[in-house]
T-cell receptor, first 112, second 117 residues
């Protein structure tokens, strides 16, 4: 079982719709969770971090964390073609502060 | 947000030569930096974790004598690819952890594209 699992996609949504990206993790001691966006040929860019159960909103982005079910999701409202990218989920554990576990990413296509 | 720079952004070198890549945290101090490699259409692969003032920790399968890492200050880490070969051609990305923030976010540099001819 992988530490962090993401559906590779591609996930296709029409412009203006809500895109929902999901990530599950295997270790219950995971503490901090991160979403990154990576455009083709570019390096990852941090979108949001979350470490408390519930929702965290930043502009069009909402991160949702459910530690009991061991999943974290990212919602993108009013999706734009410029949101088309690969979205990486990363997890950090309490007992290994400098170890990040990355998912393999979900490719999102937003169609005009 | 925190900014991490990398230099050079791209480099072409001949087989057998060495290449040094610099990674700098511009507006925060980073006791820990990471070096990744990414081949086309593949996932990020962590190569090593670099800690200021100490030896880097390499991931399994990464040759420490080939990929020399130096983290001499709180804002600078370097990766030297020694005796480069065409199979070392890849996208090398560094990142730095900002431990001043609550979650200790990891910020990535823009990457260095290495082509070995």
């Amino acid at each position: 079982q992988k530490e962090v699992e993401q559906n590779s996609g591609p996930l296709s949504v029409p412009e203006g719709a809500i895109a929902s990206l999901n990530c599950t993790y295997s270790d219950r001691v995971s503490q901090s969770f991160f979403w990154y966006r990576q455009y083709s040929g570019k390096s990852p860019e941090l979108i949001m971090s979350i470490y408390s159960n519930g929702d965290k909103e930043d502009g069009r982005f909402t991160a949702q964390l459910n530690k009991a079910s061991q999943y974290v999701s990212l919602l993108i409202r009013d999706s734009q073609p410029s949101d088309s990218a690969t979205y990486l989920c990363a997890v950090n554990r309490l007992n290994n502060f400098n170890k990040f576990y990355f998912g393999s990413g979900t490719k999102l296509n937003v169609k005009p | 947000g925190a900014v991490v720079s990398q230099h050079p952004s791209w480099v072409i070198c001949k087989s057998g030569t060495s290449v040094k890549i610099e990674c700098r945290s511009l507006d925060f101090q980073a006791t820990t930096m990471f070096w990744y490699r990414q081949f086309p259409k593949q996932s990020l692969m962590l190569m090593a974790t670099s800690n200021e003032g100490s030896k880097a920790t390499y991931e399994q399968g990464v040759e420490k004598d080939k990929f020399l890492i130096n983290h001499a200050s709180l804002t600078l880490s370097t990766l030297t690819v020694t005796s480069a070969h065409p199979e070392d051609s890849s996208f090398y990305i560094c990142s730095a952890r900002d431990t001043g923030t609550g979650a200790g976010e990891q910020y990535f540099g823009p990457g260095t594209r290495l082509t070995v001819t």
